[in-house]
């Protein structure tokens, strides 16, 4: 017998993939090509993305596991992208305008002056989204204001992953997870707010029929099914927003924070309930819809791993191997001998060490870094916590950051709960295959899918060691 597999599609900013895994999470094929932006014939400093680039390096992906996807049985598909871009098309399908990315400025200015229309706070408030220039309600404020001809004929407005997804059914769908990324969700009444579509101007007709995760969107069309090189008919199932499908296929449990650690860390829950009226004051604030109804995902990021290659590069060399900076700072004690550091180099004008004496080194300072970040984690874990009506018993961490066992150490000891590290660096996928085997009628849920998954992590347990003095 043919193996089954779900074959996830995913879109990241960096690369796109196709990905066949089966009924446990393991991978059984996969193809990977670069993805990048185009600049905007109006403007050189404008982002935007090609759908048809896109779809094409989808294509390209699929031809390569072509051999090893004839010897599976494909079960269903799933596409899973980033969040907040996307497109305004006419009844075809067809882009009215080219799909503007998360990285152009163009948006900085109308969230500057968005109060002129609704207050950020209010904004907030209803939809658990941060003040971030990329999100969907400035572009669409954007287009009207910009093109408002291309809004008052628009058919709809479509996610990026439901453009693909369009593209593969014929289908027009509102992915939920990704709706939730928009600022214009009611996210309490999981809609869109008509408080905030009034005031921006938006037409609700825009936005097609919801489709929750794991729900069949439709059939593989058959010229979709030749472009890609796959069987024409496959169930194609809603998967969407990757931060959502990251954090369930982490493993991450209802009150359980999960951490990515990056260039930027993202500390998220998946929480029963969340007081978005807390979430306002703190900056880099916001609050998304889980995969899972009835769930929400608030969360906090900050600049992490950029500060430590910021260190990197001013004290060593961007090349020095990051075991020589760690090596160094294990040989300083806890506390970098009275040496600490106020990492928010971006708002703080306090940013930068503290107590520096002659007798200090690289060694300090960099140790002074790894601690001042993780004051920050424990800050906004407490943020986190009563924003999110919970309390962290242990908290989950995947990514690049996961990585450096000494900083681990320090996050469990500062913390004084268990730091659990994911070895499996795929969740998103794998969690987006679980949703797709529960679509298809495998599972009746995914958690039920998920628990086919075998799941290994390393513990770091707090050790005992003194107090880090919190800036």
Same mark, same amino acid.
């Given at each position: 017998?043919k193996?089954?597999?779900?074959?996830?599609?995913d879109?990241?900013?960096t690369?796109?993939r196709?990905?066949?895994?089966?009924r446990?999470g393991?991978i059984?094929?996969?193809?990977?090509?670069?993805?990048?932006?185009?600049?905007?014939a109006?403007?050189?400093?404008?982002?935007?993305?090609?759908?048809?680039?896109?779809?094409?390096?989808?294509?390209?992906?699929c031809?390569?596991?072509?051999?090893?996807l004839?010897a599976?049985?494909?079960?269903?598909?799933t #596409?899973t992208?980033?969040?907040?871009d /996307? &497109? @305004?098309?006419?009844?075809q399908? =067809?882009? +009215?305008?080219?799909?503007?990315?998360?990285?152009?400025?163009?948006?900085?200015?109308v969230?500057?002056?968005?109060?002129?229309?609704?207050?950020?706070?209010q904004?907030q408030?209803?939809?658990?989204?941060?003040?971030?220039?990329?999100?969907?309600l400035?572009?669409?404020?954007?287009?009207?204001?910009s093109?408002p001809?291309?809004?008052?004929n628009?058919?709809?407005?479509?996610?990026?992953?439901?453009?693909?997804?369009?593209?593969l059914?014929g289908?027009?769908?509102?992915d939920?997870?990704?709706?939730?990324?928009?600022?214009m969700?009611?996210?309490?009444?999981?809609?869109?707010?008509?408080?905030?579509?009034h005031?921006?101007?938006?037409?609700?007709?825009?936005?097609?029929r919801? #489709?929750?995760?794991?729900?069949?969107i /439709? &059939? @593989?069309?058959?010229?979709?099914? =030749?472009? +890609?090189?796959?069987?024409?008919?496959?169930?194609?199932i809603?998967?969407?927003?990757?931060?959502?499908f990251?954090?369930?296929?982490a493993?991450a449990?209802?009150?359980?924070?999960?951490?990515s650690s990056?260039?930027?860390?993202?500390?998220?829950?998946?929480?029963?309930?969340?007081?978005?009226?807390l979430?306002?004051?703190?900056?880099?604030?916001?609050?998304?819809?889980d995969?899972?109804t009835?769930?929400?995902n608030?969360?906090v990021?900050w600049?992490?791993?950029?500060?430590?290659?910021?260190v990197?590069?001013?004290?060593?060399t961007?090349?020095?191997?990051?075991q020589?900076?760690?090596?160094?700072?294990?040989?300083?004690?806890?506390?970098?001998?009275?040496?600490?550091?106020?990492?928010?180099?971006?708002?703080?004008?306090? &940013?930068?060490?503290?107590?520096?004496?002659?007798?200090?080194?690289?060694?300090h300072?960099?140790?002074?870094?790894?601690?001042?970040?993780?004051?920050?984690?424990?800050?906004?874990?407490?943020?986190?916590?009563?924003?999110?009506?919970?309390?962290?018993?242990?908290?989950?961490?995947?990514?690049?950051?996961?990585?450096?066992?000494?900083?681990?150490?320090?996050?469990?000891?500062t913390?004084?709960?268990?730091?659990?590290v994911?070895?499996?660096?795929?969740?998103?996928?794998?969690?987006?295959?679980?949703?797709?085997?529960?679509?298809?009628?495998?599972?009746?849920?995914p958690?039920?899918?998920?628990?086919?998954?075998?799941?290994?992590?390393?513990?770091?347990?707090?050790?005992?060691?003194?107090?880090?003095?919190?800036?």
């Amino acid at each position: 017998m043919k193996q089954e597999v779900i074959l996830v599609l995913d879109c990241g900013a960096t690369n796109v993939r196709a990905i066949a895994i089966d009924r446990q999470g393991k991978i059984v094929a996969r193809a990977s090509t670069p993805n990048a932006s185009d600049i905007s014939a109006e403007n050189s400093a404008w982002h935007q993305w090609s759908l048809d680039a896109i779809l094409q390096r989808f294509s390209d992906c699929c031809q390569k596991i072509a051999s090893e996807l004839s010897a599976c049985c494909i079960r269903g598909m799933t #596409v899973t992208t980033f969040g907040v871009d /996307g &497109a @305004l098309v006419d009844n075809q399908g =067809r882009l +009215l305008y080219p799909v503007i990315s998360w990285k152009c400025p163009r948006t900085a200015l109308v969230m500057k002056n968005i109060d002129r229309l609704i207050s950020s706070r209010q904004l907030q408030d209803i939809s658990g989204v941060g003040a971030f220039s990329f999100n969907t309600l400035y572009k669409l404020v954007w287009l009207r204001e910009s093109h408002p001809q291309l809004v008052e004929n628009a058919y709809a407005w479509l996610f990026i992953s439901s453009l693909i997804n369009h593209r593969l059914t014929g289908e027009f769908t509102t992915d939920m997870t990704m709706a939730g990324t928009s600022q214009m969700l009611d996210i309490h009444n999981q809609d869109f707010s008509a408080e905030i579509l009034h005031a921006t101007r938006l037409p609700r007709r825009l936005f097609p029929r919801f #489709v929750n995760a794991g729900d069949k969107i /439709g &059939a @593989l069309l058959p010229a979709a099914a =030749r472009f +890609l090189g796959l069987p024409a008919g496959l169930p194609v199932i809603s998967a969407g927003h990757d931060t959502q499908f990251a954090l369930f296929g982490a493993g991450a449990k209802e009150n359980e924070p999960v951490l990515s650690s990056g260039t930027w860390e993202i500390l998220m829950a998946r929480s029963t309930q969340v007081n978005t009226h807390l979430l306002n004051p703190y900056p880099g604030s916001t609050c998304e819809l889980d995969s899972q109804t009835g769930l929400y995902n608030p969360g906090v990021q900050w600049l992490a791993s950029g500060v430590l290659e910021w260190v990197r590069k001013l004290l060593w060399t961007p090349e020095t191997d990051w075991q020589t900076l760690i090596h160094e700072a294990s040989a300083i004690p806890a506390g970098a001998d009275g040496v600490t550091m106020q990492c928010d180099l971006l708002s703080r004008k306090d &940013a930068g060490w503290q107590g520096v004496t002659l007798n200090t080194t690289r060694g300090h300072l960099y140790r002074a870094a790894l601690e001042g970040l993780t004051i920050q984690l424990k800050q906004n874990l407490q943020i986190l916590e009563q924003i999110g009506h919970f309390t962290a018993s242990e908290l989950l961490l995947v990514g690049g950051g996961s990585r450096n066992a000494f900083w681990n150490q320090i996050k469990a000891n500062t913390l004084n709960i268990p730091i659990k590290v994911l070895e499996d660096a795929e969740t998103t996928v794998s969690g987006a295959a679980m949703y797709a085997w529960y679509g298809i009628g495998e599972f009746v849920s995914p958690v039920q899918a998920r628990a086919q998954v075998d799941y290994q992590y390393t513990y770091f347990y707090p050790q005992s060691e003194p107090c880090l003095v919190e800036n």
